[in-house]
């Protein structure tokens, strides 16, 4: 990590960026805010009794103190502190992302004449961190975002599940599906942002080409070395989550797609083996 806050240094901040900002403060308001109504709208009596592992709390405040604090440590590991590493994982992703785009616009803002051997370097060769800098950070996040994105898949389906099965809305039930749908998007603008990684790839090879292969017909470069290999030979970069969750922009839809169908799923068969039994 310090080896990635070093090389990021370098790279410019989008005016973008300063929504990340605000979402900390959200993200951060977030566990007060649910622990605070989770304590006012749920059976006190019961839930501190839970809380407290079957013994029972006789004074009112001691009930309220319980269950607060026991749901606000409870929030704050989860989803609190995964969202932030998600938000720190998009923040990245962003930067990277911003920085491909600067460079297709320098791409296009060469002339056929001036896009010389030496500025196809300089492009390769600011390229090159940035892919040094995705390794770093496909290497940290690799692990904790697989199971950060199955953790949110797993509470988005628990959030739907309840509030297609219980027919009485009740406040808590309420609370769960808002958690849920905060819950889910920030998953899919967490896949979406690292998910732009790769398309922003291809928009600079398809830039590269372009302006290279526009040099060769207009100006002639039969002596001068041919540098398209160099960049479009190498495969995109795509993110991953241990090698089996891919970070594409189409990954968004089947993660909504795969949250429906087997939450869908798994109610119809539980209500049909309350039928039959």
């Known amino acids: 990590m310090k080896i990635l806050l070093r090389k990021l240094r370098s790279v410019p901040a989008s005016a973008h960026e300063k929504i990340f900002n605000f979402l900390v403060l959200i993200i951060i308001a977030i566990p007060l805010v649910y622990t605070t109504a989770f304590t006012i709208y749920c059976d006190k009596r019961f839930f501190s009794t839970l809380l407290a592992y079957g013994y029972k709390l006789e004074s009112l405040s001691g009930q309220i103190l319980l269950i607060w604090i026991k749901k606000f440590l409870q929030y704050l590991i989860f989803p609190t502190f995964p969202l932030l590493i998600s938000l720190l994982y998009s923040t990245l992703c962003q930067r990277c992302s911003f920085f491909f785009t600067l460079l297709n616009k320098e791409i296009t803002e060469y002339s056929a004449d ?16 940035i892919d040094d800098i995705l390794d770093i950070i496909q290497e940290i996040f690799s692990v904790p975002s697989f199971f950060f994105n199955l953790g949110y898949f797993v509470c988005c ?10 027919r009485v809305k009740t406040p808590i039930q ?50 001068e070395p041919d540098l398209r290999k160099e960049l479009l030979d190498k495969p995109d970069f795509v993110l991953t989550g241990c090698g089996v969750l ?7 839809l089947a993660a909504i797609g795969a949250l429906l169908t087997y939450t869908v799923l798994v109610v119809s068969t539980t209500e049909t083996k309350k039928q039959w039994v």
């Open 114 to 129: 001036d896009f010389g051997p030496e500025e196809q370097r300089t492009i390769l060769r600011r390229k090159a961190k």
């Open 174 to 223: 309420m609370l769960t599906l808002i958690n849920g749908i905060i819950i889910l998007i920030f998953l899919c603008a967490t896949l979406w942002v690292s998910g732009g990684l790769p398309e922003n790839i291809s928009k600079l090879k398809e830039a590269f080409y372009k302006k290279t292969h526009r040099r060769i017909i207009f100006v002639g470069t039969s002596k």
């Open 246 to 252: 891919f970070h594409r922009k189409s990954s968004v």
């Open 157 to 166: 389906c628990r959030a739907l599940a309840w509030n297609l099965t219980l």
